[in-house]
DNA sequence: ACCTGAACACCGTTCAAGT
DNA sequence: ACCTGAACACCGTTCAAGT
């Protein structure tokens, strides 16, 4: 890692990159035009050379995927200081988390398909687990259930992020299919208005509340 | 080349596969290579025919994929005369869509990845939604909570896939790095041991306590 | 009318050749 | 020695043309 960066350093390429200002370069383009956009290709093109030339900055295409997640969660607010009680900013900061993977088009089914690493996935995790560990949960409880409401929290972003992009945010046709099954499907024919009901923050708001009850009353972790 | 071009021309028009039959060659082409082999040029090759062919059985790949995860969803063992408790059944449930999930490299990437459609997401809707009233949850609770519950066994099987893919089945790599950061990252590094414990099957169990007491145990929820 | 070969507009990755 | 244009081996999707 610092193996590479000096490597970069030396370099006497016209254009000096840092590996920063590679993955803003990647940034702007995920902001602009959203992840579908993020291609080896399309940024070699806007950093004017070919696509062969990336590769001194990453070793493959999800190599640049981890560095753009990472970049995007140096936005999410940690409340570093805040003077709540730690379940309420854990709250904030997963609603933060939230938002940020909800940002831009693609970001977080790309975060659903990543193993988090870097300098702010880290950050993350600290002040979560901070929190955790504040609301008085057990080191195993604490670190299991990180785990859980991350890949919770990711997998709704992620959901949403599809249901966006396929313009169907009440799941509409899945609706109508099942409708027409009631003698077959009874339950859920019969909890179909429940199934479809709540707005997102509605259901984001119940979700966290079910996955921290359930890290603080399940049964005590053991491996 | 020529040759075949011109064997296919001298045969009458084939007759179309029926679209079970079509769905039968890409879950074969899944089984015998993952999905990473499972394109639309792939199965036309199979199929003996040109990739535009395709076009008469799904309008996108999305539907493809669609097609081929519910037709692995068929596996998945819904215990439908159990005599057990609700909750053990719900639980047996759980696993077998796991495993069904994880049999073959790729699938529950997919399956994180599209909104489950057709017969046999929905006789497992139904069979979900029936072991939650069974449990004696309200009609809210089981409508939300299957939902969540799906979303996690889901977000989880996903994981192992991805991991299974880069060969790193414990977090190797992030470990290593987490380890080197202990003053910046205390909690972190003090509680790397928890965090990375536990087999698979253990931390699954543990995954299902915690949402399962949750929906139980959270609010009621409120649109 | 229907099917499909060929074309189009892309990908990620590798490597030989030029500076 | 290093950078990178060009090539390689693929994608999904569209459409004109042939039977």
Redesign the interface.
């Known amino acids: 890692m610092a193996e590479r960066a000096r490597r970069l350093r030396s370099r006497p390429a016209k254009e000096p990159l840092s590996l920063e200002a590679f993955t803003a370069a990647a940034f702007g383009l995920l902001e602009r035009e959203g992840m579908e956009a993020v291609t080896l290709r399309r940024l070699a093109g806007e950093l004017q050379t070919g696509p062969a030339s990336l590769y001194a900055y990453v070793h493959d295409v999800q190599e640049l995927h981890a560095l753009l997640l990472d970049r995007a969660l140096s936005a999410v607010d940690l409340h570093p200081a805040s003077t709540d009680r730690p379940r309420d900013r854990l709250e904030r900061i997963c609603s933060s988390y939230l938002e940020v993977l909800l940002r831009h088009d693609g970001l977080a ?1 790309l975060a ?2 990543v ?1 988090p ?1 870097g300098e702010n996935a ?2 993350l ?2 002040a979560v ?2 929190c955790l ?1 504040g609301m008085g949960l057990s ?2 409880r ?7 409401l991350m ?2 929290v ?3 972003a ?2 949403h992020d ?2 966006r992009e ?1 313009n ?1 945010p009440i ?1 509409r ?2 609706r109508g ?2 409708e027409a ?1 009631a003698e ?5 024919h ?2 179909n208005e ?2 479809f ?3 997102g923050t ?2 984001f708001s ?2 966290l ?7 603080s ?3 005590e ?3």
Chains 1, 2 share one sequence.
Do not use: K
């Open positions: 089914r659903a398909g193993l690493f880290l950050a995790t600290e687990l901070e560990r080191r195993m604490a670190a299991w259930g990180f785990d859980l890949l919770h990711t997998a709704i992620a959901e599809r249901r396929q169907d799941g046709a899945h299919y099942v099954e077959r499907f009874p339950q859920v019969a909890l429940e199934l009901s709540g707005t509605a259901r119940w979700a509340d079910v996955v921290l009850t359930g890290i009353e399940a049964r972790p053991n491996n």
